[in-house]
């Protein structure tokens, strides 16, 4: 794992799938991130690229041919080299090669950035095509944050608290990980969502162009933990492994998982986003940690 840090926080970040690791308080040693403890998930905070969640029949079909693909895409089990340094500024690539050809039919490079800026962890993506014709891509995070964060808390005893009043109704995803027809409503004119045991009982809540481009775990006083920051992002995926895994996931997103019935064409995925050749596409998110009060 490779480190930085200033006065305020530190973060780690592994070459393989440029996972971020680590976000540690200096103040307080507080980790922030989920440990990828195996009993329930296994991994950080991973990069999903070129799809997001599950697709039809383990496959997408670009013009007319199908390519094997895995959940989540290419990207988290790679290894990234690391190609800058300096003392609050890491970045992590990684371009196309034989194997991802196999499953994503484009030449690529995918950066990985991550500064630090007082106690604000920013992380952003950048795509570019090394190809000469426009290449599409979903993409996405999976930050996993440590919930409880006090010794003497449950999970539920913590809120997320969206910048802005949302009503929205989150897809439930079957059993194969597809997106069916059915909703659930998850935010009824509210800013608050309870993380409840039972919250995460049909997998992942999935957010669509929510008003809010922010949102803060909260504790039962009112003590803000973290703020996310997800400006620009089509949905926001919430999750958790089970009702008693102590983590909780922000995810911003560009696109979702296969919607059951789906033809299984790849460019008529939501949220499709293109790169041209010889220009540069980027998101970013961010983590604010709050000052121990």
Request: charged share 25%.
């Amino acid at each position: 794992m490779i480190e930085i840090q200033n006065k305020h926080i530190s973060i780690g970040v592994k070459k393989k799938g440029a996972e971020l690791s680590s976000i540690k308080s200096k103040e307080s040693n507080t980790e922030y991130l989920w440990q990828a403890h195996p009993d329930h998930w296994g991994r950080h905070s991973c990069i999903l690229f070129p799809v997001i969640g599950c697709v039809i029949d383990d496959s997408i079909i670009i013009d007319d041919v199908k390519y094997p693909m895995l959940k989540h895409g290419i990207l988290r089990d790679r290894e990234f080299e690391l190609t800058e340094r300096s003392q609050d500024r890491l970045v992590f690539t990684m371009s196309s090669d034989a194997d991802t050809l196999k499953m994503y039919p484009f030449d690529f490079t995918f950066k990985a950035i991550y500064t630090l800026e007082e106690s604000i962890c920013k992380i952003r993506y950048e795509v570019s095509t090394d190809g000469v014709v426009p290449i599409p891509f979903n993409i996405g995070g999976h930050p996993a944050f440590n919930c409880p964060l006090d010794k003497d808390k449950k999970r539920s005893d913590y809120s997320l608290i969206f910048n802005e009043s949302e009503d929205q109704s989150s897809p439930i995803i079957d059993q194969n990980g597809m997106i069916s027809p059915e909703l659930q409503l998850v935010l009824d004119s509210s800013k608050t969502l309870r993380i409840t045991d039972e919250l995460f009982d049909h997998d992942a809540l999935i957010l669509e162009d929510t008003k809010s481009h922010q949102v803060s775990l909260v504790d039962d006083h009112g003590d803000v933990k973290w703020t996310f920051e997800y400006k620009g992002f089509t949905h926001l995926g919430i999750w958790s492994a089970s009702r008693t895994a102590p983590f909780v996931c922000i995810e911003p997103w560009y696109g979702v998982a296969a919607v059951k019935g789906a033809t299984g064409v790849y460019v008529e995925k939501k949220a499709i986003q293109w790169v041209k050749p010889r220009e540069i596409w980027s998101c970013e998110h961010s983590v604010f940690i709050e000052p121990k009060h």
